[in-house]
């Protein structure tokens, strides 16, 4: 099993910016892609970034390309998630996700394990 624990969130006013982090513990796999996924009410859940093992590949939704980074250090087994220029439509709960293969998928039946995600509330 591989255990995901997100943190970082919290409420940030629009323009500004948030960092999300996620630790990976447990039996993790050779090489495995991470990314993050998010939900906001009412919606379903979408892709918003993912990397491969390497950071070679990464893939971003449309909607935050340009504005979020997504990086990782393997030494660590940690994810990280950079929101710059945040809107109010970044507002949801952000997850943390590991899949089993070294290739980024953007469907969330493509990944194996999730966090229980951290909040992330941008106010107009």
């Known amino acids: 099993q591989v255990q995901l624990v997100e943190s970082g969130g919290g409420l940030v006013q629009a323009g500004g910016s948030l960092r999300v982090s996620c630790a990976a513990s447990?039996?993790?796999?050779?090489?495995?892609?991470m990314g993050w996924f998010r939900q906001a009410p009412g919606k379903e859940r979408e892709f918003v970034a993912g990397i491969s093992w390497s950071g070679g590949s990464v893939r971003y939704a449309y909607s935050v390309k340009g504005r979020f980074t997504i990086s990782r250090d393997n030494a660590k087994n940690t994810l990280y998630l950079q929101m710059n220029s945040l809107k109010p439509e970044d507002t949801a709960i952000y997850y943390c996700v590991v899949r089993s293969l070294d290739y980024v998928g953007v469907r969330p039946d493509e990944y194996d394990y999730w966090g229980q995600g951290t909040q992330v509330t941008v106010s107009s």
């Open positions: 447990g039996r993790t796999f050779n090489r495995y892609a």
